[in-house]
């Protein structure tokens, strides 16, 4: 089963963290993935300034990654989110990298692609 690795910066800007789930879907030229949840236990996820990586397995391969979808839902209350970019490092070792540079509020699903 291929396994992507997905990095996911956040903002340095005050409050640019979220404590909100974050969930992401890849949309390649031979299939989309499944919705995963980007968390790691016992790990406060997307802290200001931070950089986090994530393993994304898929049940086939997916072939070249044309866009990603960040879907942000409500974990406690409202908490926007500065997200900078996300970087994906297909099976046989390319790097995409999906600039986003915006907060993300409510909630929502945004689609960025390679850039």
Known sequence: MPCYTVTVAT???WFAGTDDYVYLTL??????????????????????????????????DLGEIQLIKIE???????????LKYITVKTPVG??????????ITDEKE??????
Not at 49 to 54: C, E, I, L, M, P
Not at 110 to 115: A, H, P
Request: glycine share 8%.
């Open 11 to 13: 903002g340095s800007q």
């Open 27 to 60: 949309q390649g030229t031979a299939g989309c993935s499944e919705r995963h949840l980007l968390d790691k236990p016992f790990y406060n996820d997307f802290e200001r300034g931070a950089v986090d990586s994530y393993d994304v397995t898929v049940e086939e």
């Open 72 to 82: 942000k839902r409500k974990y406690w209350y409202q908490d926007d989110w500065y």
């Open 94 to 103: 390319d790097y995409l990298e999906f600039p986003c540079y915006r907060w």
């Open 110 to 115: 945004i689609v960025l692609r390679d850039g």
